[in-house]
């Protein structure tokens, strides 16, 4: 085997272990340190947030302009809110059916806090989470898979596993079903903020209706 083709093989296999070890070994034992990141959460994926933006603006390889520019804004937007009107309606049936203690607990409960949240996760939370888990992943590891549909599955996979300090089926299911979405918005779109919006629609929806208690650092024991 010619050495070039070791090398590559070398650096593929390096790549892969890094992808493993990050998204899919390192979150799921998060789990073990829950209580003491519970309300340290917001802070540590901001902060990560901001360093992999760092290694972004660094990597001259990258498109800088996935994290800012929009391309047919109005288009994405109603794409998006195409999808979120009907499922959020459905979603909202079925938490008023089986969590009616939790109907719209927050707001009704503590209405500064939830405005406070309503501006802040979007921006602190929704976006550098889509630096790392979109642009990141995709940008140093897309072209492991074989095709869009596995990449976008291993993504929400890993997304869902990042969540592993709530342990609760409901947030899993949540957080890899919005994977799946977020990662097809930005693999449609190129853009960083489609997604990102997105997220942060969706972040604010839950927490409204009150199934984003399932995704709240209160809620780990």
Known sequence: ????????????????????????????????????????????????????????????????????????????????????????????????QFLPDLSLSFPRSRPGAWLLVMVSYPLLAAYPQEIIFRAFFFHRYGRLFPGRKSAIFFNALSFSLAHSVYFNWIAFSLTFLGGALFAFRYLKTGSLIPAAFEHGLWGDFLFTIGIGWYLYSGSIR
């Open 1 to 96: 085997m010619p050495e070039e083709e070791k090398n590559l093989r070398r650096k593929r296999f390096l790549l892969v272990a890094e992808c493993v070890l990050l998204f899919f070994l390192l979150p799921p034992s998060l789990y073990f340190w829950r209580e003491r990141l519970a309300f340290r959460i917001v802070p540590l994926v901001f902060a990560l947030g901001l360093l992999v933006y760092l290694l972004l603006r660094r990597d001259g390889k990258f498109n800088q302009r996935t994290l800012w520019y929009t391309p047919k804004t109005f288009t994405h937007l109603k794409h998006i809110l195409r999808t979120f009107f009907p499922a959020a309606l459905g979603i909202t049936v079925l938490a008023h």
